[in-house]
């Protein structure tokens, strides 16, 4: 289990595994390669406080956590143009108060960009966030794919 799996374990008390592939109802980037890499503390950081802020202001009780890392030679920008509200419409994602995507600026202390959907299918509620950063050494993008999934909590 890498870091993040950890990671994700403490935070949501179960067990997550990376997922082999990204799922059926993301656009996958051209290009892009399958990486094993864990999240940066910057980024386990900016989801752990997702996570605490989804937990108290939400009535949806979280099932899943899942993440996939990728690399890319497109730039952080390329990666966030792509991941349009209109294409992840297209492809299910139809939370409308869900932010979308932030310019590839300095995001969580990194040089890459921060995208987030949500979508609601039978009352099975999916936020998916996208985070990327610039890898320089290597001169790839990696691109973090962090989904969570879970249903409306019952009323007590």
């Given amino acids: 289990?890498?870091?993040?799996?950890?990671?994700?374990?403490?935070?949501?008390?179960?067990?997550?595994?990376?997922?082999?592939?990204?799922?059926?109802?993301?656009?996958?980037?051209?290009?892009?390669?399958?990486a094993d890499i864990g999240l940066p503390l910057p980024m386990r950081l900016a989801i752990q406080g997702f996570m605490k802020a989804s937990a108290q202001n939400t009535k949806v009780q979280l099932e899943n956590f899942d993440f996939v890392a990728y690399t890319t030679p497109m730039k952080p920008q390329e990666v966030t143009d792509f991941y349009s509200q209109e294409r992840m419409q297209a492809a299910g994602w139809n939370a409308e108060d869900v932010g979308g995507c932030t310019g590839a600026a300095s995001t969580a202390g990194l040089s890459g960009g921060l995208c987030a959907f949500g979508k609601d299918v039978s009352g099975q509620q999916s936020m998916l966030i996208v985070l990327t950063g610039q890898d320089d050494k290597a001169n790839l993008t990696q691109v973090f794919y962090v989904r969570f999934d879970g249903r409306f909590k019952p009323e007590s």
């Fill in 1 to 34: 289990m890498s870091t993040g799996c950890n990671f994700a374990s403490n935070l949501i008390g179960g067990e997550s595994e990376p997922v082999a592939n990204l799922w059926s109802d993301v656009p996958a980037l051209q290009g892009a390669q399958r």
